[in-house]
């Protein structure tokens, strides 16, 4: 099992930059594929990027593909996200998830594990 808390959130003006932490407890992060996942008000929760055991391999929705970087360190039990060139419509509450799978997966209901959320607000 891993327990998972996010951290970088805050309020920003479009075009700022913002980097989310997700910090894991447990000792085996390494074997978690990592997404992290975004819900406005009044949508539904959707991938923003999803990340390989070892970080070798990366996902991310159109929406965010070159403005957006998923990293992990698994010496340090986190996974990041650099968010560049904000936009008002990033703005959402973002969660990071793990699930035990040796590929990338980018269906909310296969990951297993969730953090809390960060809020993210961009000013227009």
């Known amino acids: 099992q891993v327990q998972l808390v996010e951290s970088g959130g805050g309020l920003v003006q479009a075009g700022g930059s913002l980097r989310l932490s997700c910090a894991a407890s447990g000792r085996t992060f390494s074997r978690y594929v990592m997404g992290w996942f975004r819900q406005a008000p009044g949508k539904e929760r959707e991938i923003v990027a999803a990340?390989?055991?070892?970080?070798?391999?990366?996902y991310y929705a159109d929406l965010v593909k070159g403005r957006f970087t998923i990293s992990r360190d698994n010496a340090k039990n986190t996974v990041y996200l650099q968010m560049n060139s904000l936009k008002p419509e990033d703005t959402a509450v973002y969660y990071c998830?793990?699930?035990?799978?040796?590929?990338?997966?980018?269906?909310?209901?296969?990951?297993?594990?969730w953090g809390q959320g960060t809020q993210v607000t961009v000013s227009s």
């Open positions: 990340i390989s055991r070892s970080g070798g391999a990366t």
């Open positions: 998830a793990a699930v035990d799978q040796f590929t990338i997966v980018v269906s909310i209901r296969v990951y297993d594990y």
